[in-house]
C-alpha cells in the first residue's frame, strides 16, 4: 500500500465520543496534526450493530473526510499483507454492506458460537450441537451458492460434475464430522469452559497476568506459562498463532503481520492479559472480536486512535512483539489528555 498521507484509524469507541461532544477534541487533532482518518468493514459491522444511531456514525464519518481501509485478498481469500485506501461516500458504502449482508447473511459456520463457548456462553448447548451446527450452516450455504450458479441448460460432462459435487455437499456433515471428533471428545471432558480449565490447570489468569508490565510483555507472558501448559515442543510462536502448525491448513505460509496481530490479541485475550469482560455474552463477544479486528487492520496506518483500554494493553503487547511502528493513542475515559503534536 502506497499512500503519502498519515493514516490514523480510528476504533469504534473513539467514534462514539466523538458523537457525543468530542470531549477529547479528536477532530481537532486531526485536523491539526493534517491525519486522514480511515475506517474499515469492521467499522460497518459496528455501525450496524449500533441500532437507532447508524446515521450519527455515518454523518460524522463524512464529516471528518474518513476514507475506506481494505486488506487485499489473493485468489484463495487468504491475507496479502497490503492493503488499499479508498476515497467514498460512508453512507453509500454502508449500503454496499447492507446488500452485501443480505445477499449473504450466511455467519462463519459456528465458530464465533463455538468460541463463546469457550469463554462459559452457550451453557445449554454442547460442543458436539455447536460443531453439528456448524457443519450444516456451511453445507446450506454451499447448497445456495450451487443452485444460484446451476440452471436446468446445464447437459453433459459440465452435469456430471454437478451431480458429483452435490454428491459431496451431502456427505458434508459427515466428513466433517469425523475431522471434529478427536475436538469434540476432548472438549466434551472438561468440567468448565476451557477458559476456566486452563486457568485452574496452569494458576495463570488475569490476576496473574495484569502484573506483567512492558518491555516484553509476550516473552514475560510465556515465561511464566511455558512450563505449565504440558503441551511437549511447543514453542512461544507456536503458542501464541504466530507460526501455524504443521497440521493447520496453508502451513507453510508466513502469516501477515494481520494476522499474527490477530493471533496473539486472540491468544491474550483468552489466557487473561486484559480479558475484555463478559466474553460469554454474545454483545460483548462481537464487540472483542472486532476490538481484534481492528487492532490488525491497524497495522497498516500510522496512528491507531482507541480508547478502550483491555484493547490497548493487547495491541500495544502485540505490536511491540512483531517490531509494528504503529503509534497507539488511548484516550482514556474521564479524562481530558494535553493536545500534541503526532510524530
Not at 113 to 142: I, R
Request: glycine fraction near 6%.
Amino acid at each position: 500500500m502506497e499512500n503519502i498521507e498519515t493514516l490514523a484509524y480510528l476504533d469504534h469507541n473513539v467514534l462514539d465520543l466523538m458523537t457525543k461532544g468530542d470531549p477529547h477534541e479528536v477532530k481537532i487533532f486531526l485536523r491539526e496534526n493534517k491525519l486522514t482518518p480511515v475506517f474499515s468493514e469492521e467499522t460497518m459491522k459496528e455501525i450496524h450493530r449500533s441500532k437507532g444511531y447508524e446515521s450519527v456514525f455515518l454523518t460524522l464519518l463524512v464529516e471528518i473526510g474518513a476514507k475506506y481501509i481494505e486488506p487485499v485478498l489473493d485468489e484463495k481469500f487468504k491475507q496479502t499483507g497490503s492493503a488499499n485506501i479508498f476515497t467514498v461516500n460512508p453512507q453509500e458504502c454502508y449500503q454496499q454492506y447492507l446488500e452485501k449482508l443480505s445477499e449473504f447473511p450466511g455467519g462463519d459456520f459456528g465458530m464465533s458460537d463455538l468460541l463463546m463457548k469457550f469463554y462459559g456462553g452457550k451453557e445449554s448447548t454442547s460442543f458436539e450441537e455447536l460443531f453439528s451446527q456448524g457443519h450444516d450452516e456451511l453445507q446450506n450455504y454451499l447448497k445456495e451458492i450451487l443452485n444460484d450458479v446451476c440452471n436446468d441448460d446445464i447437459s453433459g460432462e459440465m452435469a456430471l460434475e454437478v451431480e458429483k459435487l452435490k454428491s459431496v455437499i451431502e456427505e458434508l456433515p459427515d466428513i466433517l464430522k469425523t475431522q471434529t471428533n478427536f475436538a469434540t471428545q476432548e472438549l466434551s471432558k472438561l468440567a468448565s469452559s476451557p477458559v476456566k480449565s486452563f486457568e485452574e490447570t496452569t494458576g495463570i489468569g488475569p490476576l496473574v497476568l495484569k502484573n506483567i508490565t512492558s518491555p516484553n510483555v509476550v516473552i514475560k507472558i510465556w515465561d511464566k506459562i511455558c512450563d505449565k501448559i504440558n503441551v511437549p515442543d511447543i514453542e512461544l510462536e507456536t503458542f501464541f498463532g504466530i507460526t501455524p502448525q504443521d497440521f493447520e491448513e496453508d502451513s507453510g505460509r508466513e502469516r501477515t503481520l494481520l494476522e499474527k496481530v490477530n493471533a496473539i490479541y486472540h491468544q491474550l485475550n483468552f489466557i487473561g492479559y486484559f480479558r475484555d469482560s463478559n466474553m460469554k455474552k454474545e454483545r460483548r463477544f462481537r464487540a472483542s472480536f472486532s476490538d481484534m479486528t481492528h487492532a490488525g487492520i491497524a497495522t497498516f496506518c500510522h496512528i491507531f486512535l482507541c480508547r478502550d483500554a483491555d484493547l490497548v494493553m493487547k495491541t500495544a503487547a502485540a505490536y511491540e512483539y512483531l517490531g509494528i511502528e504503529t503509534k497507539i493513542y488511548h484516550y482514556k475515559t474521564n479524562k481530558r489528555p494535553n493536545r500534541k503534536k503526532a510524530k
